[in-house]
């Protein structure tokens, strides 16, 4: 178990610096396999098309919070075409 673990958070660890270099913010700083970005309302629609994830929170100023979660099923490459697909959008 600890081993899956460690899997599921290093790959959020690159989920997270990925979506930081794009230049979005956080809503908290999540350890754990975990995360929730803050993306523009027409990011979070286009992204929704091809990802599931939870809607966390509606924000001011046209933002949502969303919660984005890595496991032991996720692998890299799942990662890294997040990331393809947000750097698009962005």
């Known amino acids: 178990y600890l081993d899956l673990a460690r899997h599921a958070n290093a790959l959020a660890a690159s989920l997270r610096e990925g979506i ?3 230049g979005y913010a956080f809503a ?3 350890p754990s396999n ?3 970005p803050i993306f523009p309302n027409s990011i979070v629609e286009a992204l929704s098309q091809s990802y599931r994830f939870t809607i966390d929170a509606p924000l001011d100023g046209g933002y ?3 919660r984005l979660v890595v496991s ?3 692998r ?3 990662v890294d075409q997040f990331l393809k697909d947000l750097s698009k959008l962005s």
Do not use: C, G, I
Request: glycine letters at 0%.
């Open 20 to 22: 930081a270099h794009l």
């Open 28 to 30: 908290y700083d999540s």
């Open 34 to 36: 975990q995360l929730f």
């Open 64 to 66: 949502t919070r969303v």
């Open 72 to 74: 032991w099923a996720t």
């Open 76 to 78: 890299q490459e799942d």
